[in-house]
């Protein structure tokens, strides 16, 4: 037989700890690692509208506007997946004379967390899309 230790047992419940190190450990990178495709994907979308949007503008320059290019970028994200309320577009620079650069900005919500649908918390990503105005296109 042995003898009873005088500090107490040394051994642990491994079930209990078991259960606490999934739900510490690999419950949040699971999470984290199925919400970073919806980033990537969101990402690329404002990437795209912007760039179609300044490319719509310097097109159709000088008769384009403002409105028309925030259209071209909302349907550009609604074609990649992004909702409509999700996108914000900004046009600091429409390109006022030849060698100007048209510039169009397109902000996308991001959800921080969004697993199966559903998304807890959000952040914003600014896509930016810069081009020139030809210094030698005709009007």
Known sequence: ????DQRGSERGFVAVEWVAAIAMLLLPIA???????????????????????????????????????????????ADHGVDATDVAVRVPSV??????DVVVEVEVTMPAIGVSGMSVGSWHYTARATRRVDDFRSR
């Open 31 to 77: 999470v984290l690692v199925a919400t970073m495709p919806g980033w990537a994907e969101r990402r690329h979308a404002a990437t795209v509208a912007a760039r179609e949007a300044a490319r719509d503008l310097v097109d159709n320059w000088p008769n384009a506007t403002p409105e028309s290019a925030v259209l071209v970028a909302i349907d550009v994200a």
């Open 95 to 100: 390109g006022e004379v030849r060698g100007d």
């Open 1 to 4: 037989m042995r003898a009873p």
